[in-house]
Nanobody, 123 residues
């Protein structure tokens, strides 16, 4: 009922920047909260940043370098990444709790994940 499509990943050199986008589609009323996770090879998926109605939260490893934001009109959550390091190399996943109308006409909150986008930081 709700799909999240990520974009913006790619290959960047150390110290570079990327902006990831996560666009929600469907019969959406609003994104209640959204977040970005990442998973590096051989490691568990970890929370990078999350945004709710209040102040965003960040993993210690990205504080001061990454910024999460949202555009409610576009149903999109962003992750601006600066001063990238090789340790930031991972597949980045978007996760949002989306309030939307289902095909049966009822409104529900969907816990949705994107397909993932690769970020590679080369030294």
């Amino acid at each position: 009922q709700v799909q999240l499509v990520e974009s913006g990943g790619g290959l960047v050199q150390v110290g570079g920047s990327l902006r990831l986008s996560c666009a929600a589609s469907g019969s959406i009323v609003r994104i209640k909260n959204g977040g970005w996770y990442r998973q590096a090879p051989g490691k568990e998926r970890e929370l990078v940043a999350r945004i709710t109605e209040g102040a965003p939260t960040y993993a210690d490893s990205v504080k001061g370098r990454f910024t999460i934001s949202r555009d409610n009109a576009k149903n999109t959550v962003y992750l601006q990444m600066t001063s990238l390091k090789p340790a930031d190399t991972a597949v980045y996943y978007c996760n949002c709790n989306v309030y939307a109308r289902s095909s049966d006409g009822y409104y529900r909150t969907y816990d949705s994940w994107g397909q993932g986008t690769q970020v590679t930081v080369s030294s």
